[in-house]
């Protein structure tokens, strides 16, 4: 046992594809910052039928959010719950076993299924962000449109995607099944070659 | 294309599929007849002017959707959740069974 | 605007010019930049022009007339146009990878180093052999191939269509991949404006200064529209530098977006665009980082169609010469462009707009040789300064015939009174009215409407949110342009919620569009052509109404009319006109031929964009993907996953050898497969038992918590839709596992189940197939090699965890795991789970504890192969063609609930005993080998289809019986083991013959996975 407990280290969704550093243009600021957010909790929550009232009450109590509305997206610091679909959402939490022990809180209210592993974040902002987004999103982004605390679930190059708006730099987090981690990345990378991109460890 | 989902807004018919007319209904339960669902998987009127048919939301919230839309213009007049849809017609189906049993009911005592 | 000395042509070469002189370049003036000498090349010429130009704009100036040879009879042709109706300057532009066929010299803009080459000529532009096919036009007439390559067939292929696709040729492709990139791009916006000309300008400007969010298209690189290639006057200022003034408030206005060198080629339903932006068309190659061209989808709440117009040719004998030119075009190049086209140019003119030529060309010092004005009267004003000009006026005049060679020398004219006289002139500007650009409110089937006043189509009903302005509305003037515009912009900011004033209209200078139409000129000397690209002319027309091909989409099948790459911009309406003529109807009631996206050639790469080469489409990695990488796996893909097909070792030569080295370890000792491909669907709820139960045709009721079932799923017309597994992890909590082909298909049933055919059942369900890592470890080791991985406290022995047991458990020191024990490979197996982020970690640390077992990871292929042993139906048999019975699976379908397919499968077809059942088939001979795909066939039968018997669906070399062997559907399979029957392979040669068998080849009794 001892000897192989040693190699059970997670490896990041992005490990193979986001190499730290300057990408695309090299001259002037990067017009996208991009930043793999690992080691996230990440759960889908799906309401049971009937369950409104008393999910919400223990949703507040658990993370002293309401749940949002369809398309809107709810943080208190790096802790959130996203809309994702009639009656479900995802909620996130910053370090990978935040959310342990939400299936039981909201039991008979809320199937619960831990994705912590199942999506790739990133984070995205700087000064082109947007117009990097408008690539592969047909959603649109605009401010009076899309603004801070607003969700889509929708796609980007044919991947699905679930995009949310966290401030009003702005600044996105994306979220992609784990497994197309690769062809979105390839995909950014060429989006963001004319603004020029760099690459952060962390956000 | 743009379909206004009722969940996520407007968007391109790229993130949906379709199915087809959303009239015909399954006849559950173990007594369905086979001509019953032979008519409920194969016969569609296929009609020229407001069909409401079931698209599904794959690129989205993955909601199935009843669209009522007009074959000849591809005029989109309403866009409503299946599962309130189906939900409704089971209701009223449950009315209308409690509506033609009661007169017999109170026949059979009279 | 432009010199005045009368000096003509204009060689001069002033101080500040760079390059050569160029002969019909005017000494001053227009929109070019005289400081940015640009060389380029035409057919290797080395030639001249400024930056600004156009090629065809540069090539004028140079005095190249000659572009190109017509599509059918190699005519040689010139410039007819300035735009993108172009129908005979179609080039090939740049060389080697980037050379693009069809490129409109009229749309390129000139740049350093330009090169360019004609088409459709051989071996020289001017010298082509080809040409005689001129001399043949008789035969070349309409409906010319429907009549003449009709026999002997076999001609075809191999004679008839490569000499017509060599003669009709339209420019060569690159041979090499493109070198460049293409992406596509979103925007939204309150108010689209189509065309920047003044009426798109003052569209633009009015919605824009409300705020509203607005994106302007056009295809030209400047903005300004006619404004650029007329003399008028805006508020005192020159058109174009009103133009340019309205461009810079525009640009100064924060939610406005100006997209020049922007074609839209599509509208869509409900406020969709689709637009082409030529981003780097303009450069020898795009700057770093740059795409060639950007696609555009446009999402508006409402269009401002400001396309403008498309002026008419006349339709007389030899009105293709080199030379004869749209009247507006010669406008064009000499106002925007400071070329003249000739030295002796004439005007051929039905309207009033035609004699704007002739002033603008007096103007800059040019003479005319001649205007010829088909209407009698002509006003004396008009007559006067054409005099000046050096012009013989003719009224009530037609050109009928041109003369020339390559290029125009002079004009046959038929006068008021019937005599002919000959006019010697290089150049001849037709004026013939316009045609609003109907094209894109067409595009969803609306039909334009004819419009007597200006004797052309307007738009019909325009589609929903959209208002056409300016000359695309059919109002030709200046004045309208703009008045229109301005309010139907602002009423289009309005109607999105913006309050948009509008302010006054703009004060014009006179102008006049009085036109009375000339259709085609009567008793024309030699043809005269009405589609210039596909060479269709107003006698092909006739011979079609003779042939009885009169209603329009007969007449444009018949005759080719309107079907070039040009959609029939300039000739569509005289070829209407013409059989409106000849039938007696008027041209409405001949009808309109339905115009279709993209409105001007897009190039494939655009739509495209980035999904090309490897990126093509997505591609999915599974967890164990950085170390198959490390370890050189073979990848095979699988819907969208690249999958481990096999693990070749040092030594090993081929596939196979591989492939059966990894059976025959996971056989005798143990193996590790990446099995996370397969879809995992969580299902809670308090009816998640109810839903599974109606979804799935075998019984659950008996599943208890902590055990596995196979799961056969059918469509609801009684075909297998899938299968997999359905796992019991609580009461009301269930992971149900698809296919990996299959696993959307899934998902989406499942779904339209839950939400449409039941919705009172309360069912949460939700895909967990990315969360998990999931790994199958199989072979008489694998329960020894887990013991290492999983947490002590988890008991794995038989009897507490046995066959098609489920649990969640522990690995590593308590990281979450889930165990089943399932087999694919009919061995002692198990599947582990991990979340994926430790599915590398896992994938590792089971290879290090199966080291001492012997164990090897195996890939999608030895998985295959042992399923094949197993006689697993897979993909291969479960195609959608077949029933559970056909699977000989139908044992196991329940019969006391009600689920998906149940009546249907029922259906006499389906139940049928002689329906092909599913069994194993192996060699006679063993030494040989077998080929899905194969038909079974009695012995001794000659193939046919009444003696096909069915077919086999897939085929592997066991490693474990060391030959051949197959599954396939065959008629009464179930009943005929041991009978011989002949596996007919033609399309390979193969004719095998083989033994129907048990399905299970190894351990048919399934001892080793209960073990």
Same mark, same amino acid.
Request: aromatic share 8%; with cysteine; net charge neutral.
């Given at each position: 046992?001892?000897?192989?407990?040693?190699?059970?280290?997670?490896?990041?969704?992005?490990?193979?594809?986001?190499?730290?550093g300057?990408?695309?243009?090299?001259d002037?600021?990067?017009?996208?910052?991009?930043?793999?957010?690992?080691?996230?909790?990440?759960?889908?929550?799906?309401?049971?039928?009937?369950?409104?009232?008393?999910l919400?009450?223990?949703?507040?109590?658990?993370?002293?959010?309401?749940?949002?509305?369809?398309g809107?997206?709810?943080?208190?610091?790096e802790?959130?719950?996203?809309?994702?679909?009639?009656?479900?959402?995802?909620a996130l939490?910053?370090?990978?076993?935040?959310?342990d022990?939400?299936g039981?809180a909201?039991?008979?209210?809320?199937?619960?299924?831990?994705?912590?592993?199942?999506?790739?974040?990133?984070r995205?902002?700087?000064?082109?962000?947007?117009?990097?987004?408008?690539?592969?999103?047909s959603?649109?982004?605009h401010?009076?449109?899309?603004?801070a605390?607003?969700?889509?679930?929708?796609?980007v190059a044919?991947?699905?995607v679930?995009?949310?708006?966290?401030?009003?730099?702005?600044?996105?987090e994306?979220?992609?099944?784990?497994?197309?981690?690769?062809?979105?990345?390839?995909?950014?990378?060429?989006?963001?070659?004319?603004f020029?991109?760099?690459?952060r460890?962390?956000? | 294309?743009?379909?206004?989902?009722? *969940?996520?807004?407007?968007?391109d018919?790229?993130?949906?599929? *379709?199915?087809?007319?959303?009239?015909?209904?399954?006849?559950?339960?173990?007594?369905?007849?086979?001509?019953?669902?032979?008519?409920?998987?194969?016969?569609?009127?296929?009609?020229?002017g407001?069909?409401?048919?079931?698209? *599904?939301?794959?690129?989205?919230?993955?909601?199935?959707?009843?669209?009522?839309?007009?074959?000849?213009?591809?005029?989109?007049t309403?866009?409503?959740?299946?599962?309130?849809?189906?939900?409704?017609?089971?209701?009223?189906?449950?009315?209308?069974?409690?509506?033609?049993?009661?007169p017999?009911?109170?026949?059979?005592?009279? | 605007?432009?010199?005045?000395?009368?000096?003509?042509?204009?060689p001069?070469?002033?101080?500040?010019?760079a390059?050569?002189?160029?002969?019909?370049?005017?000494?001053?003036?227009?929109?070019?930049?005289?400081?940015?000498?640009?060389?380029?090349?035409?057919?290797?010429?080395?030639?001249?022009g400024?930056?600004?130009?156009?090629l065809?704009?540069?090539?004028?100036?140079?005095?190249?007339?000659?572009?190109?040879r017509?599509?059918?009879?190699?005519?040689p042709?010139?410039?007819?146009?300035?735009?993108?109706?172009?129908?005979?300057?179609?080039?090939?532009?740049?060389?080697?990878?980037?050379?693009?066929?069809?490129?409109? &010299?009229?749309?390129?803009?000139?740049?350093?180093?330009?090169?360019?080459?004609?088409?459709?000529?051989?071996?020289?532009?001017?010298?082509?052999?080809?040409?005689?096919?001129?001399?043949?036009?008789?035969?070349?007439?309409?409906?010319?191939?429907?009549?003449?390559?009709?026999?002997?067939?076999?001609?075809?292929?191999?004679?008839?269509?490569?000499?017509?696709?060599?003669?009709?040729?339209?420019?060569?492709?690159?041979?090499?991949?493109?070198?460049?990139?293409y992406?596509?791009?979103?925007v939204?916006?309150?108010?689209?404006?189509?065309?920047?000309?003044?009426?798109?300008?003052?569209?633009?400007?009015?919605?824009g200064?409300?705020g509203?969010?607005?994106?302007l298209?056009?295809?030209?690189?400047?903005?300004?529209?006619?404004?650029?290639?007329?003399r008028?006057?805006?508020?005192?200022?020159?058109?174009?530098?009103? &133009?340019?003034q309205?461009?810079?408030?525009?640009?100064?206005?924060?939610?406005?977006?100006?997209l020049?060198?922007?074609?839209?080629?599509?509208?869509?339903d409900?406020g &969709?665009?689709?637009?082409?932006?030529?981003?780097?068309?303009?450069?020898?190659?795009?700057?770093?980082?740059?795409?060639?061209?950007?696609?555009?989808?446009?999402?508006?709440?409402?269009?401002?169609?400001?396309?403008?117009?498309?002026?008419?040719?006349?339709?007389?004998?030899?009105?293709d010469?080199?030379?004869?030119?749209?009247?507006?075009?010669v406008?064009?190049?000499?106002?925007?462009?400071?070329?003249?086209?000739?030295?002796?140019?004439?005007v051929?003119?039905?309207?009033?707009?035609?004699?704007?030529?002739?002033?603008?060309?007096?103007?800059?010092?040019?003479?005319?040789?001649?205007?010829?004005?088909?209407?009698?009267?002509?006003?004396v004003?008009?007559?006067?300064?054409?005099?000046?000009?050096?012009?013989?006026?003719?009224?009530?005049?037609?050109?009928? @015939?041109?003369?020339?060679?390559l290029?125009?020398s002079?004009?046959?004219?038929?006068?008021?009174?019937?005599?002919?006289?000959?006019?010697?002139?290089?150049?001849?500007?037709?004026?013939?009215?316009?045609?609003?650009?109907?094209?894109?409110?067409?595009?969803?089937?609306?039909?334009?409407?004819?419009?007597?006043?200006?004797?052309a189509?307007?738009?019909?009903?325009?589609?929903?949110?959209?208002?056409?302005?300016?000359?695309?509305?059919?109002?030709?003037?200046?004045?309208?342009?703009?008045e229109?515009?301005?309010?139907?912009? &602002?009423?289009?900011?309005?109607?999105?919620?913006?309050?948009?004033?509008?302010?006054?209209?703009?004060?014009?200078?006179?102008?006049?569009?009085?036109?009375?139409?000339?259709?085609?000129?009567?008793?024309?000397?030699?043809?005269?052509?009405?589609?210039?690209?596909n060479?269709?002319?107003?006698?092909d027309?006739?011979?079609?109404?003779?042939?009885g091909?009169?209603?329009?989409?007969?007449l444009?099948r018949?005759?080719?009319?309107?079907?070039?790459?040009?959609q029939?911009?300039?000739?569509?309406?005289?070829?209407?006109?013409?059989?409106?003529?000849?039938t007696?109807?008027?041209?409405?009631?001949?009808?309109?031929?339905?115009?279709?996206?993209?409105?001007?050639?897009?190039?494939?790469?655009?739509?495209?964009?980035?999904h090309?080469?490897?990126e093509?489409?997505a591609?999915?990695h599974?967890?164990?993907?950085?170390?198959c990488?490390?370890?050189?796996?073979?990848?095979?893909?699988?819907?969208?996953?690249?999958?481990?097909a096999?693990?070749p070792?040092a030594?090993?030569?081929?596939?196979?050898?591989?492939v059966?080295?990894?059976?025959?370890?996971?056989?005798?000792?143990?193996?590790?497969?990446?099995?996370?491909?397969?879809?995992?669907?969580?299902?809670?709820?308090?009816?998640a038992l109810?839903?599974?139960?109606?979804v799935?045709?075998?019984?659950?009721?008996t599943?208890?918590?902590?055990?596995?079932?196979?799961a056969?799923?059918?469509?609801?017309?009684?075909?297998?839709?899938?299968?997999g597994?359905?796992?019991?992890?609580?009461?009301?909590?269930?992971?149900?596992?698809a296919?990996?082909?299959?696993?959307?298909?899934?998902?989406?049933?499942?779904?339209?189940?839950?939400?449409?055919?039941w919705?009172?059942?309360?069912?949460?369900?939700?895909?967990?197939s990315?969360?998990?890592?999931?790994?199958?470890?199989?072979?008489?080791?694998?329960?020894?090699?887990?013991?290492k991985?999983?947490?002590p406290q988890?008991?794995?022995?038989?009897?507490?965890f046995?066959?098609?047991?489920?649990?969640?458990?522990?690995?590593?020191?308590?990281?979450p795991?889930?165990?089943?024990?399932?087999s694919?490979?009919?061995?002692?197996?198990?599947?582990?789970?991990?979340?994926?982020?430790?599915?590398?970690?896992?994938?590792?640390?089971?290879?290090?504890?199966?080291?001492?077992?012997?164990?090897c990871?195996?890939?999608?292929?030895?998985?295959?192969?042992?399923?094949i042993?197993?006689?697993?139906?897979?993909?291969?048999?479960?195609?959608?063609?077949?029933?559970?019975?056909d699977?000989?699976? @139908? @044992?196991?379908?329940?019969?006391?609930?009600?689920?998906?397919?149940r009546?249907?499968?029922?259906?006499?077809?389906?139940?049928?005993p002689?329906?092909?059942?599913?069994?194993?088939?192996?060699?006679v001979?063993?030494s040989?080998?077998?080929?899905?795909?194969?038909?079974?066939l009695?012995?001794?039968?000659?193939?046919?289809?009444?003696?096909?018997? @069915?077919?086999?669906?897939?085929?592997?070399?066991?490693?474990?019986?060391r030959?051949?062997?197959?599954?396939?559907?065959?008629?009464?399979?179930?009943?005929?083991h041991?009978?011989?029957?002949?596996?007919?392979?033609?399309?390979?040669?193969?004719d095998?013959?083989?033994?129907?068998?048990?399905?299970?080849?190894?351990?048919?009794?399934?001892e080793?996975?209960?073990?």
């Amino acid at each position: 046992m001892a000897e192989i407990a040693t190699l059970w280290r997670p490896r990041g969704a992005w490990d193979l594809y986001a190499q730290i550093g300057r990408h695309g243009r090299r001259d002037g600021p990067a017009g996208l910052i991009v930043a793999p957010r690992e080691g996230l909790a990440l759960a889908s929550i799906t309401a049971a039928d009937g369950a409104g009232d008393g999910l919400a009450e223990a949703i507040r109590a658990r993370f002293g959010l309401s749940l949002p509305e369809p398309g809107a997206a709810l943080f208190s610091g790096e802790t959130g719950l996203v809309w994702s679909g009639p009656d479900q959402w995802l909620a996130l939490a910053p370090a990978r076993g935040d959310l342990d022990g939400l299936g039981a809180a909201l039991q008979n209210l809320a199937a619960v299924a831990d994705q912590s592993d199942g999506r790739a974040v990133l984070r995205l902002s700087g000064p082109d962000a947007r117009r990097v987004l408008e690539k592969g999103v047909s959603v649109d982004l605009h401010p009076r449109a899309f603004a801070a605390g607003r969700t889509a679930v929708t796609a980007v190059a044919h991947i699905g995607v679930q995009l949310w708006q966290r401030d009003d730099r702005p600044t996105y987090e994306l979220a992609v099944a784990r497994s197309f981690a690769g062809s979105l990345w390839s995909w950014l990378e060429e989006a963001a070659a004319e603004f020029g991109c760099e690459v952060r460890a962390s956000a | 294309m743009r379909i206004r989902c009722p *969940y996520c807004g407007e968007r391109d018919n790229g993130e949906f599929s *379709y199915l087809g007319d959303a009239a015909p209904v399954r006849p559950d339960g173990m007594d369905a007849s086979s001509e019953a669902m032979h008519d409920y998987v194969y016969l569609r009127d296929n009609r020229a002017g407001e069909i409401r048919e079931l698209w *599904y939301h794959a690129a989205g919230c993955r909601s199935w959707l009843v669209v009522t839309r007009d074959t000849r213009t591809h005029a989109i007049t309403d866009v409503q959740p299946a599962r309130e849809v189906a939900k409704t017609r089971r209701a009223e189906t449950r009315l209308a069974e409690t509506r033609t049993v009661t007169p017999a009911g109170s026949a059979s005592h009279a | 605007m432009l010199d005045r000395t009368p000096t003509f042509p204009l060689p001069v070469r002033e101080a500040e010019q760079a390059g050569p002189p160029q002969p019909f370049r005017t000494a001053s003036g227009g929109l070019i930049d005289r400081r940015r000498a640009r060389d380029f090349t035409f057919d290797g010429r080395q030639l001249t022009g400024y930056h600004g130009d156009t090629l065809a704009s540069a090539l004028l100036a140079n005095g190249v007339r000659l572009v190109g040879r017509s599509f059918k009879y190699h005519r040689p042709r010139g410039l007819l146009s300035a735009g993108s109706e172009e129908p005979n300057a179609l080039v090939e532009l740049r060389t080697g990878a980037r050379r693009e066929p069809n490129t409109r &010299a009229t749309m390129a803009e000139l740049y350093e180093g330009l090169e360019a080459t004609s088409q459709n000529r051989w071996p020289s532009l001017a010298v082509d052999a080809l040409s005689v096919n001129a001399l043949l036009s008789p035969v070349f007439a309409a409906g010319f191939y429907y009549k003449t390559f009709m026999w002997p067939a076999a001609l075809w292929e191999k004679l008839y269509e490569p000499m017509i696709r060599r003669a009709a040729g339209l420019g060569r492709a690159a041979n090499a991949p493109d070198p460049d990139t293409y992406e596509h791009a979103h925007v939204h916006c309150d108010v689209l404006v189509i065309g920047g000309g003044p009426a798109g300008l003052s569209a633009a400007l009015a919605a824009g200064r409300s705020g509203a969010r607005v994106v302007l298209v056009d295809e030209d690189f400047r903005l300004g529209g006619r404004l650029l290639a007329e003399r008028r006057e805006i508020d005192g200022l020159s058109g174009s530098d009103w &133009a340019a003034q309205a461009v810079a408030e525009l640009e100064s206005l924060p939610e406005v977006r100006l997209l020049p060198r922007t074609t839209l080629f599509g509208v869509y339903d409900h406020g &969709a665009y689709g637009a082409v932006e030529r981003v780097s068309d303009h450069l020898a190659v795009p700057a770093a980082h740059a795409p060639r061209q950007r696609l555009w989808r446009i999402v508006a709440k409402r269009a401002v169609l400001a396309a403008g117009a498309i002026e008419r040719p006349h339709i007389f004998g030899g009105n293709d010469r080199p030379g004869v030119m749209l009247a507006g075009a010669v406008r064009t190049y000499l106002n925007r462009y400071g070329v003249l086209p000739g030295a002796h140019p004439a005007v051929f003119t039905s309207s009033d707009d035609g004699w704007r030529t002739v002033a603008d060309i007096a103007a800059a010092g040019g003479r005319v040789a001649a205007v010829v004005d088909s209407r009698p009267d002509v006003p004396v004003a008009l007559r006067r300064m054409a005099e000046a000009a050096g012009a013989q006026v003719v009224a009530g005049g037609q050109v009928i @015939g041109t003369r020339g060679h390559l290029a125009l020398s002079g004009i046959e004219v038929r006068d008021a009174y019937g005599s002919t006289l000959r006019i010697p002139c290089d150049t001849l500007a037709m004026a013939n009215g316009w045609n609003p650009v109907v094209h894109l409110d067409s595009h969803l089937s609306r039909r334009p409407v004819w419009e007597e006043a200006i004797h052309a189509f307007v738009p019909g009903q325009l589609p929903t949110g959209m208002v056409a302005a300016g000359a695309a509305s059919g109002r030709l003037t200046l004045a309208d342009a703009l008045e229109s515009g301005a309010r139907l912009g &602002a009423e289009a900011a309005e109607s999105c919620g913006f309050a948009a004033e509008t302010a006054g209209t703009p004060r014009t200078d006179p102008e006049s569009t009085a036109h009375t139409p000339l259709w085609r000129v009567a008793k024309p000397r030699g043809k005269a052509f009405v589609d210039f690209q596909n060479d269709v002319a107003a006698s092909d027309v006739e011979l079609a109404h003779r042939e009885g091909f009169r209603a329009v989409e007969l007449l444009k099948r018949y005759t080719t009319l309107g079907m070039a790459t040009d959609q029939g911009k300039t000739s569509n309406l005289a070829g209407l006109s013409i059989m409106a003529e000849l039938t007696g109807q008027n041209i409405p009631s001949v009808g309109t031929t339905v115009f279709r996206p993209p409105f001007t050639p897009v190039a494939i790469g655009a739509f495209a964009g980035h999904h090309r080469g490897k990126e093509f489409r997505a591609s999915r990695h599974v967890p164990s993907h950085a170390w198959c990488l490390e370890n050189n796996a073979q990848f095979l893909e699988t819907g969208l996953w690249l999958r481990p097909a096999y693990f070749p070792r040092a030594g090993e030569t081929d596939w196979l050898q591989t492939v059966v080295r990894e059976v025959e370890t996971v056989r005798s000792r143990v193996g590790l497969c990446d099995v996370s491909t397969f879809g995992k669907i969580d299902i809670q709820g308090r009816d998640a038992l109810t839903f599974i139960e109606r979804v799935c045709a075998n019984p659950f009721g008996t599943l208890k918590v902590g055990r596995s079932r196979y799961a056969l799923l059918l469509r609801e017309d009684g075909f297998v839709l899938d299968d997999g597994t359905v796992s019991r992890l609580a009461e009301t909590h269930f992971v149900m596992t698809a296919s990996t082909a299959n696993a959307a298909k899934v998902m989406q049933h499942l779904e339209f189940c839950r939400q449409w055919l039941w919705p009172e059942l309360d069912v949460q369900m939700v895909s967990v197939s990315e969360q998990w890592a999931q790994y199958a470890v199989a072979g008489p080791r694998a329960r020894d090699v887990l013991r290492k991985i999983v947490d002590p406290q988890h008991d794995l022995s038989n009897e507490a965890f046995p066959f098609l047991g489920a649990a969640e458990i522990t690995v590593g020191g308590g990281i979450p795991a889930r165990l089943f024990r399932i087999s694919f490979s009919g061995e002692l197996a198990y599947e582990i789970a991990v979340p994926a982020g430790y599915g590398d970690a896992a994938w590792r640390a089971i290879l290090q504890a199966g080291l001492p077992y012997g164990i090897c990871p195996y890939g999608a292929e030895a998985l295959s192969v042992m399923r094949i042993e197993k006689g697993h139906a897979a993909g291969a048999e479960i195609n959608g063609q077949t029933t559970a019975r056909d699977l000989a699976l @139908g @044992g196991m379908l329940a019969k006391k609930k009600d689920y998906i397919g149940r009546v249907m499968k029922e259906r006499p077809a389906l139940t049928d005993p002689e329906r092909p059942i599913l069994v194993g088939f192996r060699p006679v001979d063993p030494s040989q080998r077998l080929r899905a795909g194969a038909h079974f066939l009695a012995l001794g039968a000659e193939p046919s289809l009444t003696a096909d018997e @069915g077919y086999m669906t897939s085929v592997a070399f066991s490693p474990s019986l060391r030959h051949w062997i197959g599954l396939g559907l065959i008629r009464r399979g179930n009943e005929r083991h041991g009978e011989r029957v002949r596996a007919y392979d033609p399309v390979r040669g193969g004719d095998v013959e083989v033994e129907i068998c048990n399905a299970a080849f190894v351990d048919p009794a399934g001892e080793r996975m209960h073990g």
